[in-house]
């Protein structure tokens, strides 16, 4: 497969706190990557300096272009849609107009009706509860809205920034099982960041193990899968 997004030597700082060390990265078109590490290792700071939400150096190149200086908006119209931890959704909305928000920035209005009924096809849920408050919605059903509410931008690669948080395991199994259909039926990418890392194994293809900001190990999921001593190292099981 071809790479879509390919990091190059990029470091990241809060303040004068460096988090990223010179991290080099590839997420290939179509594939699922897991970022996966202890707390603080650096995993979430990825994904913000990939839509340019962090202090950063380095480069960033988005299917051959460099989105090095871009800013986020551009980012995202080029194909990148975050879902970011702690769900992102509009409380006050329903969940209807939390997905019609998307609409002013598509061009085709028609396109994005079509992939609303996408969102409800794989998120039943959320057609049930569509005038439904945001955030009167359960935790599950939050999460579900965030994701739909990327899908809504019609992106080519998604960052999902620890999906299961807070959520009950069943739910997120529903989750993670209808990610995997996106990824399959949608050939959207995904760089996933994931605290359940036997969940995220599953899902992903490529793995690359962080450690304080660093890039201590990478390889096929299965490989990580099946070594236990990267596993009992990195992963803590």
Sequence with gaps: MAALLEIRGVSA????IRALYDLNLTVEEGGVTALLGANGAG?????RAIINMVRRNGTMVLSGDDISKCATETIVRRGVAQ?????GTFVGLTVEENLRL????????????????MVYDLFPRLRERQKQQAGT???????MLAVGRALMLSPRLMLLDEPSFGL???VVREI???LARINTE????????EQNAALALELADTVYLLETGRVVASGPSDLVRNDEALRKAYLGY
């Excluded at 879902?83 to 769900?87: K, L």
């Design 13 to 16: 700082w809060y303040g004068m």
């Design 43 to 47: 995993k979430t700071t990825t994904l």
């Design 83 to 87: 879902v970011p931890e702690g769900r």
């Design 102 to 117: 998307a609409l002013h920035t598509r061009r085709s209005r028609a396109a994005a009706l079509r992939d609303m009924e």
């Design 137 to 143: 919605l359960s935790g599950g059903e939050q999460q």
């Design 168 to 170: 009950a395991p069943l």
């Design 176 to 178: 993670f099982q209808v």
């Design 186 to 193: 949608q050939k959207v990418a995904m760089l996933i960041v």
